[in-house]
């Protein structure tokens, strides 16, 4: 009696969400509201199940995540249960593979972690279904406005983040001081790109029987170098529309970039073949490496084995303007999450992009929050006294000032790789030192991404 | 009569009964997705919105044939193909000739050729993409030693493909030379004996005893690395991504970027049906082939009374 009683009590919840919503993705009349608003409470007669997955991060990482799951599973006892599975992020998209696997199989789990570029594809492709009408109004006022647009897609939410991610020059203090470097500490006073190879060229030397190289610019083999140089594109990559990137990506501002990445790499300052140990040991063998913020959770738990680093700007264009690389990992409700599960889904969501929640990856994952006013609350990055003021200091000027979404395209998958194959190839293959050779290979990729884009329908 | 009859049930229940697994495997993992991939190549199958397809009929067929990447690919399977299964065969049958004696120690070579085979392609690509690397790579290394410059190698353009042919004719060889020395074996001494009776040289022996000898098996040999080298997969995933500029992108990697990569399912199946499309061609022609040629020993024997 009681099993039957719990059966009817869930299928009567489940039908009034359900009529409420009327569709998988809660569809309904225009604009109505089907969350909760602010300072209601959750309640269901029976407890809800959730399948969460998240690709497979480092130690700090895992322990947020397992910590916040349990607070979460613990505060909503009986109401909402997430279980949490991983999946391997891989150097070449193997989780977003596995996404797209899990959606041509219709098995997606009811809420994923996606990284930033991806929203636009799995928006315009339903995997993710809009939030905005289960997130009440004003909820995501405190979010950075470029991490509220990347969450966005043809004027809807489908995404909130936790925290965020920059590119960012690490610096060995030991040698640049040994050097008599000056490094800059004011967003304004920023090298430039032209001073950033002077500077690492200065500082290629043989040290013992050993080359020390200035700088390190090694990334995954995916999309790093796409992430990283695309602002030097500074027409822009692609159109607005997301849709056409050929007179963009192999423009003159492109060919320009291809000439001056090359020419870094011709000049023997980079070492090419890196990877973030290179720059972390004590004797290191780059003493610069362009690198992502989150690169910093590892060398803090390195301790004592870590060299003595600093963080500097992303360098700035010839006119002095920076444009950093930024978007990180975002979390969103898929489409194979029920009707009667979403306003549930929607409040894992909350709970793990709250203030509270926001603050604590950030401290424990050594990450920038997502959220403006924890930039102005968090010591690390408000206290001039605080032991990591100096480092977070400089990625809190580079994110409110100066950060720069990865293109919203539908098409990113094929966009970044085709990108970065392409500047794999500018950088250390023979036969690109000319203008010309730079801009055909530029116009290849280009016209195989236009030609991918053009084959996805725009639905 | 009837027990007969009953036994001749039993036997053919637990004939069935024996081919069943390989009925069961055959069609969910052979013909099922054989029929669905030629399904699939006439849709727009999105595997991000499998709920949206729809039929598009010749449509994928028509892209491809405009596609130039497809071309590239097209070229660059073939080249390797050419290249590789010539010089694998050739490469393996001079191994096996090698090691095919009884005397004490040439086991060794067996084992020593045949290591390749067993250590996996990823980590022998991993393996030699360190020995290509163009700083501190092993081969740049002995070429500086004689004082060569250092290659770009996997970083080459018109180098690229060719390391991998190396890389791949060196791993394989060994897979096919195993095969080679069975069949050698199996040759009768009594005609080695005869032959130098004849007062026969070696070169002789080997053109008219141990070749016609082992024909059945190179034909075997031929046609299975044949297949492995169309399926060339592995060693431009790991290596070289299909770069640089696409000169190392094979037919199965261009059909692994469309239909996993970039999700394309329908325009991916359209590629896997037209490769599987030209297997097939390729098998009949062979099989042509191979019946011209008997016909043509037939002939020339009862010209020639039997010499």
Redesign the interface.
């Given at each position: 009696m009681k099993k039957i009683l719990s059966i009817g009590c869930t299928a009567v919840l489940a039908a009034v969400v359900a009529c409420a919503g009327c569709g998988k993705d809660g569809e309904t009349a225009d604009g109505e509201f089907l969350g909760l608003k602010k300072g209601e409470t959750f309640t269901t007669d029976q407890e809800i199940s959730l399948t969460f997955t998240r690709p497979t991060g480092n130690n700090a990482q895992e322990k947020w995540w397992t910590d916040t799951i349990a607070a979460f599973n613990e505060e909503y006892a009986g109401r909402i249960k997430v279980t949490c599975t991983t999946a391997t992020r891989g150097n070449s998209r193997e989780y977003e593979q596995k996404i797209s696997i899990w959606a041509g199989s219709d098995s997606l789990p009811d809420v994923l972690y996606v990284d930033g570029p991806f929203v636009s594809n799995y928006a315009n492709s339903g995997v993710l279904v809009p939030i905005d009408r289960y997130i009440y109004e004003g909820y995501t006022d405190d979010f950075l406005d470029y991490v509220n647009d990347q969450n966005t897609y043809n004027g809807r939410l489908y995404t909130l983040s936790i925290v965020d991610s920059t590119v960012v020059l690490f610096y060995n203090k030991t040698v640049l001081s040994e050097e008599r470097i000056a490094v800059p500490d004011e967003i304004a006073d920023a090298w430039t790109f032209d001073e950033l190879k002077t500077t690492a060229t200065g500082l290629t030397k043989t040290v013992g029987a050993k080359k020390r190289y200035g700088l390190q610019i090694a990334g995954d083999a995916g999309e790093w170098l796409s992430y990283a140089f695309t602002p030097l594109w500074t027409e822009g990559v692609v159109n607005s529309e997301g849709k056409v990137t050929t007179g963009y990506l192999n423009g003159d501002a492109g060919v320009s970039a291809g000439e001056y990445l090359r020419s870094l790499v011709k000049s023997g300052a980079v070492y090419a073949s890196a990877t973030s140990s290179d720059f972390s040991a004590k004797t290191p063998t780059a003493s610069m490496a362009l690198m992502g913020t989150q690169n910093i959770s590892e060398f803090l738990a390195l301790g004592e084995d870590m060299c003595d680093w600093g963080v500097t700007f992303y360098p700035a264009d010839d006119e002095g303007k920076i444009s950093a690389p930024c978007g990180g990992w975002t979390l969103g409700i898929t489409k194979n999450c029920a009707s009667g599960k979403t306003v549930a889904a929607s409040e894992f969501l909350k709970y793990c992009t709250s203030k509270e929640a926001s603050e604590s990856c950030a401290r424990d994952t050594a990450s920038p929050p997502s959220r403006k006013s924890l930039y102005e609350t968090m010591p690390e990055y408000s206290d001039p006294n605080n032991a990591m003021y100096s480092v977070y200091s400089v990625i809190k000027s580079q994110i409110l000032t100066s950060a720069q979404l990865r293109p919203k395209t539908v098409g990113y998958e094929v966009f970044s790789t085709e990108m970065s194959n392409a500047l794999k190839d500018i950088l250390y293959s023979t036969g690109y030192d000319t203008q010309a050779q730079i801009r055909n290979r530029l116009t290849t990729a280009a016209t195989k991404i236009d030609a991918s884009i053009a084959q996805i329908k725009i639905y | 009569m009837k027990t007969t009859s009953v036994r001749q049930k039993c036997i053919d229940r637990t004939g069935w009964l024996f081919m069943l697994p390989a009925i069961v495997f055959g069609t969910v993992f052979l013909i099922v997705p054989i029929v669905m991939c030629f399904l699939y190549s006439f849709s727009?199958f999105?595997?991000?919105?499998?709920?949206?397809t729809q039929t598009v009929w010749f449509d994928n067929y028509v892209?491809l044939f405009r596609?130039?990447?497809f071309g590239k690919a097209i070229g660059n399977t073939l080249l390797f193909v050419v290249i590789v299964v010539p010089v694998q065969c050739a490469l393996a049958l001079g191994l096996a000739l090698l090691v095919n004696r009884k005397d004490r120690g040439y086991g060794i070579f067996k084992l020593a050729y045949f290591a390749p085979v067993i250590t996996s392609m990823t980590v022998v690509s991993l393996l030699f993409q360190l020995f290509y690397?163009?700083?501190g790579g092993v081969f740049n290394l002995l070429l500086s030693a004689i004082g060569v410059p250092a290659q770009?190698f996997l970083?080459?353009?018109s180098q690229a493909m060719f390391c991998i042919i190396f890389m791949s004719v060196w791993q394989g060889a060994g897979y096919q030379m195993i095969i080679f020395l069975a069949g050698l074996q199996g040759v009768p001494k009594e005609l080695y004996e005869a032959a130098d009776i004849d007062a026969a040289n070696a070169w002789d022996k080997f053109t008219h005893i141990t070749l016609p000898s082992i024909a059945p098996i190179s034909s075997f040999v031929f046609v299975i690395t044949l297949v492995g080298a169309f399926k060339m997969f592995t060693q431009s995933y790991i290596m070289t991504?299909?770069?640089?500029?696409?000169s190392t992108l094979t037919v199965v990697y261009y059909i692994f970027q469309k239909g996993?990569?970039?999700?394309?399912?329908g325009?991916g199946s359209a590629i896997s049906m037209l490769f599987t499309a030209a297997f097939i061609l390729a098998s009949v022609f062979k099989n042509l082939g191979a019946k011209g040629i008997g016909a043509y020993k037939k002939y020339r024997a009862s010209v020639l009374g039997g010499y």
């Open positions: - | 727009d999105y595997m991000l919105r499998p709920e949206a892209a596609d130039e990447i690397a163009r700083d770009g970083q080459d353009e991504s299909g770069g640089p500029n696409d996993m990569s970039e999700q394309l399912v325009y």
